[in-house]
């Protein structure tokens, strides 16, 4: 299923749930893990300065500060690893989301697995440093070409077992990826796959019956669009529904119990936030599951 995950961390409490899926995944499927950081952006000028997230302040990395901070995070992680496990801990300075997209380039990834920050009550440092988090899962899902598998909170699941899978779509060209993605995790895991799509339609509510001409057109776009693709997997359903996409996402999420949401990264409404998709921006916030953020069709 997956050949090279890379989990990016920050090497706080923030990430522990998503060192946890990122390890039970790369021993179930025998992958190789990569665990990277990035520390800290470089200075200005010509100087050997350091400006730490953590401790937001300057620091002059010497010799031997990268290997001492990689043994760190290795150390935070040994409960998780097992002795077999093909992993490594790489650590660096630099742009978090430009470092973390070329490691995943240049390793060839074909799973990327972060954490996000989800408090609001945070002020101060905290607040900045929570920033950091979300903007660099923000850019890191808009251009990365593997899926990026995005863990808000604790999550039940021990491995890639899922039951229901939840699949949203704006019927859009970028959502054929996440679809394709969806089908092959619903397989891999015996999953029963819920396609949805949500008519967002502002204003002045139409009549019922225009409204129900409308809710049929979708459902049969649904089914044209994604049926063919889907080849002999059956297992799935598909439910159309008037209203807000995310909140009717999490919404059909919770009455299925769904453990996993898949989602296209780029959206068609021409509003859109380009750094994040809104949608699937206010989802991955909320949801109390695993959100998988697709841009590009499986490489392999």
């Known amino acids: 299923m997956f050949k090279n995950i890379l989990f990016t961390t920050t090497a706080s409490p923030i990430c522990d749930e998503a060192a946890r899926f990122a390890y039970n995944l790369a021993e179930k ?34 010799a031997d500060y990268e290997t001492l901070l990689a043994r760190e995070i290795q150390a935070s992680h040994k409960h998780l690893a097992d002795s077999s496990m093909d992993s490594e801990v790489v650590v660096k300075p ?4 430009t470092e973390i997209l070329r490691v ?10 972060m954490g996000t ?12 440093f929570r920033n950091i988090v979300g ?4 850019k890191v899902a808009k251009s990365a070409r593997a899926p990026v598998l995005i863990i808000n909170r604790f999550c039940p699941l021990h491995h890639w077992d899922f039951k ?3 699949f949203g779509t704006d019927l ?19 999953a029963r796959l819920h396609l949805f799509h949500a008519l967002d339609i502002p204003g002045t509510p139409e009549d019922p019956a225009a409204m129900d001409i409308r809710l049929k057109e979708a459902r049969q776009a649904v089914k044209s669009r994604f049926l063919p693709r889907a080849g002999t997997f059956t297992d ?60 590009h069709h499986d490489k392999g």
């Open 29 to 62: 499927y025998d992958s190789g893990l990569k665990v990277f950081h990035v520390y800290g952006l470089p200075s200005h000028g010509f100087t050997a300065h350091v400006n730490a997230f953590r401790s937001e302040g300057e620091e002059v990395p010497d």
């Open 94 to 97: 630099g742009i978090p989301a």
């Open 104 to 113: 995943a380039r240049a390793w060839g990834s074909d799973l990327i697995v």
């Open 117 to 128: 920050h989800t408090r609001l009550d945070c002020t101060g440092a905290a607040l900045a």
């Open 135 to 138: 903007n660099t899962m923000q």
């Open 164 to 166: 229901h899978i939840v």
């Open 172 to 190: 859009s060209r970028a959502s054929d990826a996440a679809f394709d993605f969806a089908v092959k995790i619903a397989r891999e895991s015996g």
């Open 236 to 295: 799935l359903d598909i439910e159309v529904c008037e209203g807000v996409p995310y909140v009717e996402i999490l919404k059909l999420t919770r009455r299925c119990n769904g453990d996993l949401i898949v989602m296209a990264h780029h959206g068609k409404a021409s509003g859109e936030d380009p750094d994040m998709g809104s949608t699937v921006e206010q989802v991955v916030i909320r949801a109390s599951c695993p959100v998988v953020s697709v841009n």
